[in-house]
């Protein structure tokens, strides 16, 4: 199947690339679809493919020997993942697991990537940048993971989902939020509830409405 131009030049990679440039493109691109739950990627799998989200939502984590999951980022349309794997040599460092029903992904294997990467400027700034906001998204982490306690980072997340992309966005239970959050599912449940009796927040029934986002982000550490 044709991945369409318009499609292509919706990924970051590839944002303000000529058209006659997408065109070459589009011949070295695949795509897959995955149901909700479909694992896309597992750690240490020697996959040199960078994946591109077009529909759907995907999650990346690491998981500890004991089996508990950390969430290192939700991949939204447009995003890629996999990159480290592609521009390094070793094994791909997390795994990535479908949320979105269906979710489409764009696959550009490493050998029809990097001549890309080398005739076009563009596409190389646009890499740089991808990846070094990756970069900072981990930096991000280590620091909420660290400094910030269990209210703040559920808060966080809870502003960082709270709108919908084009595609839209997933329902994260609590499981999911405690797998951002680095903690377990009854503290997320609790931090909720502490959010609601501050006003912020309202729980209802399987929603979650907030009800003062200005307060909300001076929780979060965002104002």
């Known amino acids: 199947m044709t991945v369409s131009i318009e ?21 070295f691109i695949s795509q897959k679809s995955f149901l909700k739950g ?30 508990k999951e950390q969430i290192v980022k939700i991949v939204r349309p447009g995003e890629s993942f996999n ?42 700034q646009n890499a740089l940048e991808v990846v070094a906001e990756q970069e900072r998204i981990l930096l991000t982490l280590v620091e909420d993971l660290s400094f910030k306690n269990v209210v703040g980072r559920v808060a966080k997340i809870l502003l960082q989902n709270m709108e919908p992309g084009p595609e839209g966005f997933p329902k994260l239970t609590q499981y999911e939020m405690a797998a951002m959050a680095g903690t377990a599912r009854e503290v997320v449940g609790r931090s909720l509830k502490s ?29």
């Open 7 to 27: 499609s292509i030049s919706k990924l970051r990679y590839f944002s303000g690339v000529e058209q006659d440039h997408l065109v070459g493109i589009a011949q």
């Open 38 to 67: 479909q694992p896309i990627l597992s750690e240490d799998d020697w996959d040199e493919t960078l994946h591109f989200v077009s529909a759907g939502v995907v999650k990346v984590f690491k998981t500890s020997p004991e089996g």
């Open 83 to 124: 990159d480290v794997t592609v521009f390094s040599n070793g094994p791909c460092p997390y795994s990535a697991e479908a949320l979105g029903n269906p979710t489409i992904i764009y696959l550009l294997h490493k050998t029809n990537l990097m001549p890309l990467v080398e005739k076009n400027v563009r596409i190389a």
């Open 195 to 223: 959010l609601e009796d501050l006003g912020v927040i309202k729980l209802d029934k399987h929603k979650i409405i907030i009800s003062d986002k200005n307060r909300l982000s001076q929780l979060a550490g965002l104002n």
